[in-house]
């Protein structure tokens, strides 16, 4: 069945570092994939997504590509603020899995002053 | 506010116990779905509603658990004869449009605690 795995935290960064989290899926057909962020407090939000093979996701700094080839949705961003600090769920969904998404267990993310 | 919302946002009920959450999605959204969040796992899909009808009910954890749609609009899910096990995170979300991966927008959630 399908599926997503990433990359297991807390990652804990300072501040302007490099972020990359770790995601792979497992698919029967040609999903889409999402990153979604929960803030503290706050609820699901989605990130970024892209919908086809070499499509670059990218929002608020965060860029994720659409690897086919290696199955995977890694996300980016280059300079990390504290206000990043977030659980990061990766995500696919599939039309003939009623477009239902089906998340990663998620990771969450520190950024330090 | 134009968003998902969720109630209550918090329950505590007694083991044995029947609970419903309701959750109002985002008006005209056809779609609908329920995910669970137990405490430091991932979201599970539980169903999946088009309009009233539910053609994908294959997360429900058990013949306690049970949702229904009326009007193409509010969802209610109900857990009857609650277990402990069932304490976790339920979260609604609704999506514009079925036939393309058109993103979900999520409510904040109801926090179950079964004790």
């Known amino acids: 069945g399908n599926s997503v795995t990433q990359m297991e935290g807390p990652v804990t960064l300072s501040e302007e570092a490099f972020l990359t989290i770790n995601c792979t899926y497992t698919?029967?057909?040609?999903?889409?994939l999402f990153w979604y962020v929960q803030y503290p407090g706050e609820g699901l939000q989605l990130l970024l997504k892209?919908?086809?093979?070499?499509d670059k996701g990218s929002n608020k700094g965060f860029e994720a590509t659409y690897r086919k080839e290696t199955t995977s949705f890694h996300l980016e961003k280059g300079s990390v603020q504290v206000s990043d600090s977030a659980v990061y769920f990766c995500?696919?969904?599939?039309?003939?899995?009623?477009?239902?998404?089906?998340f990663g267990s998620g990771t969450r993310l520190l950024v330090r002053p | 506010g134009a968003g998902v919302s969720q109630s209550p946002s918090n329950k505590v009920t007694e083991k044995g116990k029947d609970v419903e959450l309701r959750c109002d999605p985002i008006?005209?959204?056809?779609?609908l779905y329920w995910y669970r969040q137990s405490l430091g796992q991932g979201l599970e899909f539980l169903i999946y509603f088009q309009g009233n009808s539910a053609p994908d009910k294959s997360g429900l954890p058990s013949d306690r658990f049970s949702a229904e749609r009326t009007g193409g609009s509010v969802s209610t899910l109900t857990i009857q004869r609650t277990q402990q096990e069932d304490s976790a995170v339920y979260l609604c979300a609704s999506s514009l449009a079925p036939g393309t991966p058109s993103p979900l927008h999520f409510g904040n959630g109801t926090r179950l605690t079964v004790t």
């Open positions: 698919a029967t057909g040609y999903p889409s």
């Open positions: 008006s005209g959204h056809t779609a």
């Open positions: 995500a696919l969904s599939e039309r003939d899995s009623s477009y239902k998404l089906i």
């Open positions: 892209a919908t086809k093979a070499d």
